[in-house]
């Protein structure tokens, strides 16, 4: 029930970001979080579920565990105006205070018993399969690979990427010793080629073709390439003129919507020139929730936090004891930076952040 006068903030979206500010806001405000599922995933962790489906059981988590006061609409946004959201099963909700976080559209299972019988299902397909194919050599890609490699090493995995090196989205040192490390493991990566995922029957056998002629066999494929972002909803919204061409919204200094005061963006939707990492969208999360605080108090605008863009840093699991790591001025693989992330892959860090025991569900 929200009280006389107590400020209405709607979040849409509920990922790593999303769920941060709900978290973070619930005893501050009337909070609504609008999400198509009824639980948050620690996103980053879903690739080791897949070879380790109780690893699931911490990783997915309903919202109802940490977002325990506020409303909790099990829907998507279909449109927003100046004053409410507009929700796919007809909900009409009122804000003064709005935070977008819709990320990359992700068509999952509502319910975490499905989306945990959903991780077991992918972990049969594995563990049935001889020879595995994997499309796609960004973090997804390469850190699948590498979970596989680790736990099921009598698999044959074939790694298919169209770019001339593995991780693109950082420098070409890390993309070297990630190459190697999975060479090391016995997996073939052939990059600079497409696939066709329409497979032909021999025998027993799946044929897969790739865009230079060649020809892979492969029980089963994992299809690991970008997916698109959430926004294509707000195309006919009031705030249509507020994204840039590739559908990114565009967002000022203090993360609220360029030239609106009380709507915020944050995580993979927004325009910021940095890479769409789960921690820094964590980052972001933490200045929008200090920011409405500070506005729904009336604190002067000078003393509003601000978000500047970090530098490329990424460390990329190469399954449960390595990792590669890329810092601003030092590139490392092996079993340091796999001590830092790979272990854990920062699941109990996460949990204890959402106000959840890290190591027991």
């Known amino acids: 029930m929200r009280k006389e006068n107590e400020k209405?903030?709607?979040i849409l979206g509920g990922g790593v970001a999303g769920s941060l500010v709900a978290k973070s806001l619930q005893f501050h405000a009337h909070v609504t979080l609008v999400d198509p599922k009824e639980?948050?995933?620690?996103?980053?962790?879903?690739?080791?579920?897949?070879?380790?489906?109780?690893?699931?059981?911490?990783?997915?988590?309903?919202?109802r565990d940490y977002f325990t006061k506020g409303d909790l609409v099990t829907s998507s946004a279909v449109n927003v105006t100046e004053t409410e959201v507009l929700t796919a099963d007809g909900h009409q909700i009122a804000y003064d205070y709005l935070v977008i976080a819709t990320g990359h559209a992700d068509p999952v299972p509502k319910l975490r018993g499905e989306?945990?019988?959903?991780?077991?299902?992918?972990?049969?397909?594995?563990?049935?399969a001889r020879s595995i194919l994997i499309v796609g050599g960004g973090p997804t890609g390469v850190e699948l690979a590498g979970e596989i490699a680790v736990?099921?090493?009598?698999?044959?995995?074939?790694?298919?990427?169209k770019g001339p090196r593995l991780l693109e989205f950082i420098g070409a040192k890390a993309a070297d010793k990630t190459l190697k490390w999975l060479k090391s493991k016995k997996v073939e990566v052939k990059l600079e080629q497409a696939v066709d995922l329409n497979s032909t029957i021999d025998g027993n056998r799946k044929i897969y073709k790739t865009s230079v002629g060649e020809t892979i066999e492969a029980d089963c494929h994992f299809l690991c390439t970008g997916k698109p972002i959430a926004s294509a909803w707000l195309k006919e919204s009031v705030l249509k003129n507020d994204l840039d061409v590739q559908g990114r919204i565009m967002v000022d200094e203090n993360l609220?919507?360029?030239?609106?005061?009380?709507?915020?963006?944050?995580?993979?939707?927004?325009d910021i020139a940095e890479l769409k990492q789960?921690?820094?969208?964590?980052?972001?999360?933490g200045v929008v929730a200090k920011n409405t605080r500070l506005m729904m108090e009336g604190s002067k605008e000078c003393w509003r936090e601000?978000?500047?863009?970090?530098?490329?840093m990424a460390l990329v699991s190469l399954g449960r004891y390595d990792a590669v790591a890329q810092f601003p001025f030092l590139t490392i693989s092996g079993r340091i930076p796999g001590?830092?992330?790979?272990?854990?892959?920062?699941?109990?860090?996460?949990?204890?952040?959402?106000?959840l025991n890290p190591h027991i569900v």
């Open 8 to 10: 209405r903030v709607v």
């Open 39 to 63: 639980y948050f995933e620690i996103s980053w962790a879903g690739l080791r579920a897949m070879v380790e489906p109780s690893f699931a059981e911490r990783t997915v988590i309903n919202h």
């Open 115 to 128: 989306r945990l019988q959903q991780y077991k299902e992918e972990n049969e397909k594995i563990k049935s």
């Open 151 to 161: 736990d099921f090493p009598e698999k044959k995995i074939t790694l298919v990427h």
């Open 256 to 270: 609220r919507v360029k030239g609106r005061s009380n709507i915020f963006a944050i995580g993979d939707i927004t």
């Open 278 to 285: 789960g921690f820094l969208a964590q980052k972001q999360a």
């Open 306 to 312: 601000t978000y500047k863009p970090h530098p490329a």
């Open 339 to 355: 001590f830092i992330k790979s272990g854990d892959l920062f699941v109990g860090k996460t949990r204890k952040q959402m106000g």
